[in-house]
Every structure is written in C-alpha cells, then in structure tokens.
C-alpha cells in the first residue's frame, strides 16, 4: 500500500512561488508515473503534470508550460512541483497521484488512478 503526502500549499500574492512536494511511503511494484492534478472551487478536476519515476521524461498542462516545473528525488520517494509566476487562476486544491499505467494519455486523464494524496491548498490573490 502507498500512501502519499502532499505540503507546501499555502497563500501566496499574484506573481509568487510555492513549491510543493509529494512524498510516497513506499513504492509501489511497477507504478510508473507520478504527476499532479488540482481541482479548483466548481470545476473539474484537470491534469497539471507528471513525471516518470525514472526522471527521464516529463508532461505537462499547456496552461502551466513555462511555470512550474516537475522533478523527482527517488532517493526520497518524493516528487516536486515548483509553481511560479502564479496567478489566482491557479487556485485550487492540487493532489498528486500515481499509478502502474504506462499510458501518459490514461495517467493524464487521472481516471481510476491507484493512489492519490489528501491534497493541499494553493490560494493565489490578486
């Protein structure tokens, strides 16, 4: 069983940073991605980015190219989203997930995923 931690949500003025972390108990046999989602007050949940566990190659939302940046400390269990230049548009409660699905496209679409975090709070004012 995994079990995931995310931190380092928290209020943050438009154009801030926030760096946050998701931190895997265990690691599960054959999960293969681990990657980020948010879902912000009446939306949907939305893919923001992943990473594989290798590091070898990222993914990311078109919305957060060339903002946030996705790495991994395997040594640690841990992935990273360092989130700048964020706007309210960012607000939303952000989860990190992970799974065995070597599919980005099923991995981006976060549906039936195997271990999802409790999720943090990321509030951007304007």
């Known amino acids: 069983q995994v079990q995931l931690v995310e931190s380092g949500g928290g209020l943050v003025q438009a154009g801030g940073s926030l760096r946050l972390s998701c931190a895997a108990s265990g690691r599960a046999s054959g999960s293969y991605f681990m990657g980020w989602f948010r879902q912000a007050p009446g939306k949907e949940r939305e893919f923001v980015s992943c990473i594989e566990w290798s590091g070898r190659n990222t993914n990311y939302a078109e919305f957060v190219k060339g903002r946030f940046t996705i790495s991994s400390d395997n040594a640690k269990n841990t992935v990273y989203l360092q989130m700048n230049s964020l706007s309210p548009e960012d607000t939303a409660v952000y989860y990190c997930?992970?799974?065995?699905?070597?599919?980005?496209?099923?991995?981006?679409?976060?549906?039936?995923?195997?271990?999802w975090g409790q999720g943090t709070q990321v509030t951007v004012s304007s």
């Open positions: 997930a992970t799974d065995n699905t070597r599919s980005l496209y099923s991995f981006r679409l976060g549906r039936n995923l195997n271990y």
